[in-house]
Nanobody, 118 residues
Framework: VQLQASGGGLVQAGGSLRLSCSAS????????MAWYRQAPGKQRELVAS???????NYADSVKGRFTISRDNRKNTVYLQMNSLNPEDTAVYYC?????????????WGQGTQVTVSS
């Protein structure tokens, strides 16, 4: 399975960006897709996650500003980011994990840079 993230870039504070992550390969339909981020000098942290059934979870720091969604037919997860601030600057990674008959699985995308200028 490969995850391809896109949509990062440079934006001014208060602006918006939309990240996309498409999965390809032998994908087990029941999975959780998520976005993580890692700022320089900091640990990677969970931003938001969404199950194949549509249940979502957000980090407190992004609640009310970010929205995660997915299109199961396209095996794609999105992250709409509004009201961005410089603290959102990081490399954003998409993630897919779950379990199937063969055991647990987890995959990572290559990351996309988001830079928010003040």
């Amino acid at each position: 399975v490969q995850l391809q993230a896109s949509g990062g870039g440079l934006v001014q504070a208060g602006g918006s960006l939309r990240l996309s992550c498409s999965a390809s390969g032998s994908i087990y339909s029941r999975n959780v897709m998520a976005w993580y981020r890692q700022a320089p000098g900091k640990q990677r942290e969970l931003v938001a996650s969404i199950t194949s059934g549509g249940s979502t979870n957000y980090a407190d720091s992004v609640k009310g500003r970010f929205t995660i969604s997915r299109d199961n037919r396209k095996n794609t997860v999105y992250l709409q980011m509004n009201s961005l601030n410089p603290e959102d600057t990081a490399v954003y990674y998409c993630n897919m994990k779950g379990s199937n008959f063969f055991g647990n699985f987890e995959y990572w995308g290559q990351g996309t840079q988001v830079t928010v200028s003040s």
